[in-house]
């Protein structure tokens, strides 16, 4: 198993192995309150890749990395990764306006 250190280098080489072969790649978020470490595995049982991290702002990072996958697996491995954002891309969108009761 290897720890890599840079997030950048972490999410490069995770799609690269889920591209490679998404039947087999897994994803897997661990994380421990007793220490305030989270732990990201991405494996397809021939190479492991991992990223710890005790840091807040990571969060952010892991959710845009959840967004990445999710597109990759709902669109195929094959999609265009670009345009995925995190959370403020969906906050900066103006809410829609609604025909229903106000309260």
Known sequence: ?????????FVER??????????????VMKYRHSDGKLVLK??????????????????????KLNNIFFTLMAR???????????KEQTEAQAPKKGRGRKQ
């Open 76 to 86: 195929g491995a094959e999609a265009d990764i670009s345009e995925v954002g995190g």
């Open 42 to 63: 991405v494996t397809d049982d021939k190479e492991c890749l991992k990223f710890k991290t005790d840091q807040a702002q990571d969060a952010k990072k892991m959710e």
């Open 1 to 9: 198993m290897v720890y890599i250190t840079s997030w950048d280098d």
């Open 14 to 27: 995770s799609v690269q192995l889920f591209r490679a072969d998404p039947e087999k790649t897994r994803y």
